[in-house]
């Protein structure tokens, strides 16, 4: 089979490339209309850094894996046409702000209509609005050729870091379809391409609405479990307990689960926040106001943890950073990527910089990715990924993504280097606590009593 992908990015790239490696005697394109980013995936440093995605691509590419700018030639030889483009939030018009933006996804039907000269099954791999399927369906069967086009609904649930694992060995995979005969097949040839290396129980088949739906209520559901958590990390912090012995507890009947219970900074990364504000239209959309503030209020407990956490470095620090040197310790959205979309990271810095601190960050991965983010305060921030350098002379650490070097670093010899009192806010609950205030640190976690010499 000729397998084609549209979108060349987080979830594009590594999913074909797991396609690819398990079904060699499949062809498998991935176009995209960024000629750098095609250029990337064809040199040797990747567009995007995934842990065991490199071996993955060099085992594969030139042999049934390639990377093409070449739309056109990729429509017309695909059997199958997996549309991975970019789904962000609406910032403008109806809806902007919480709706998603589908206007890439509507080009990429248009081409596939312009080029494709046969039948084709198209399958949505980005995160889309429930009933999205019928509007791609109409636009593909505006066509004047007399193409047929059966939608399958296929999303993705690879969590980024650890995405090479969940794509080799899934929860599940979820396809969605019309329960047409024509439907059906679509279903089973898509179902076929998983077969190769996925158990037949963990690939689950719904109606297609289903399937749009349960990608958006999934990030739902395990956002909303971490604003759940952050929200008691305030409350422990006024009473004295500790949020990692109660989210141990808890997590212990089994019922509630012990996975994706930690308090920290805030979720990041691209799909909680657009997930949710996507699910909240819906619900605004369809005339359920009191669903849609429900769900919001996830995410107005994620802002709310970001600027309390700013908020605290403030108290602590006798409620002035202004001239303060603060190391920022991680920017990326969590560990073992170099991603920085949505990342608290990115409204932590912003809120020190109102206060006229000096903000150096430190992280081994997304630099690069920060001074984007951070480019308009160009002049007021550093950047490096020496965390020795990064606290010369710094009043405090405040750490905000949890890579594991961070924990490994020699602190006494950090804290020799910093200015006294020296102050450590350590927002992923990663550090030994008692061993950094024993070096000398002032040092406060999230949610649980803070260590201080004063
Ligand atoms: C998520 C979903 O997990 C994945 O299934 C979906 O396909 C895409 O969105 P991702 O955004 O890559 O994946 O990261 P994830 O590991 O889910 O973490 C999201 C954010 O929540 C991170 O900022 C992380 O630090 C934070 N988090 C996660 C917590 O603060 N506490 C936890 O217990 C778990
Ligand atoms: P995701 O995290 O969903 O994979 P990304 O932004 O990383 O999102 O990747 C989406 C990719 O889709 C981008 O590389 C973008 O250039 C590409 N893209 C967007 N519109 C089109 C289009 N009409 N044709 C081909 N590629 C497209």
Redo the contacts with the bound molecule.
Sequence with gaps: MNILC???????GPTMAVIADRCPDHRVTV????PE?IAAWNSDTLPIYEPGLDEVVLRCRNRNLFYSTD?PRGIKEADVIFV????PTKTFGAGAGKAADLQ?LE??AR?IIEYAESDKIVVEK?TLPVRTAQALSRVLHSNSKNLHFQIVSNPEFLAEGTAIRDLENPDRVLIGGMSSPEGERAVDIVAGIYRRWVAPEKIITTNLWSSELTKLVSNALLAQRVSSVNSISALCEKTGADIDQVTAVAGRDSRIGAKFLKAGVGFGG?CFKKDILNLVYLCEFYGLPEVAAYWEQVVHINDYQAARFVRNMLAAMFNTLAEKKIALFGFAFKADTGDTRESPAIAIARQLIDEHARVTVCDPKALDNARKDLRDLSGKVEYTSDPYAAVEGAHAIALITDWKLFRDLDYARIYAAMEKPAFIFDGRNLLDGAKLHGIGFNFYPLGKPALTHF
């Design positions: 549209i979108g060349a990015g987080y979830v594009g176009v995209d209309i960024n980013r739309i991975s483009v970019n789904t890439y080009k990429t081409s980005s691209s």
